[in-house]
């Protein structure tokens, strides 16, 4: 079904949308390390809410383009598990963020003015402030914390 540019526009949305799923897994179990007033917990709790609503919209936008959403979740999470260390995960956290919004970058030309792109460069944006936010907090945190 579809041509091969639409194969690929799924592909790609695909793609996003398991490494979304990803991000709310860990994300998820991040937050569980963190006390639930923090500063940091806040900011994981917005990223939270964000991959979520992500993760709906491009399954939305999967379907309605005729293709059917995978129903799998990015191998980012069994990355993480494997790591001890909190400051670990968030320095992996920040390189997940930085992947998405390099996929978006580097595709986005492939997709025709209107809403698709709009959202997608919202995403790219989403992400690229969340990799600030998370510098920010390493470079405010003592090491091996």
């Excluded at 320095?91 to 998405?100: E, R």
């Excluded at 986005?108 to 907090?137: M, P, R, W």
Aim: net charge negative; glycine share 6%; proline share 2%.
């Amino acid at each position: 079904m579809g041509s091969e540019t639409e194969r690929k526009i799924n592909d790609l949305l695909n793609s996003l949308l398991e490494a979304e799923r990803a991000g709310v897994q860990v994300i998820s179990e991040m937050l569980k390390l963190v006390p639930e007033n923090d500063e940091l917990s806040k900011k994981l709790n917005s990223f939270l809410l964000d991959e979520g609503l992500n993760c709906r919209i491009i399954k939305i936008l999967i379907e309605k383009t005729g293709f059917t959403p995978s129903n799998q979740t990015g191998g980012f999470v069994e990355k993480m598990n494997r790591l001890n260390l909190f400051s670990e995960k968030i320095t992996l956290l920040i390189k997940g963020q930085q992947w998405v919004a390099k996929q978006i970058e580097e595709n986005l030309h492939a997709f025709a003015e209107g809403s698709l792109k709009f959202f997608l460069k919202a995403i790219a944006e989403q992400h690229t402030e969340n990799v600030s936010v998370l510098n920010d907090y390493i470079s405010h945190t003592p090491a091996g914390k």
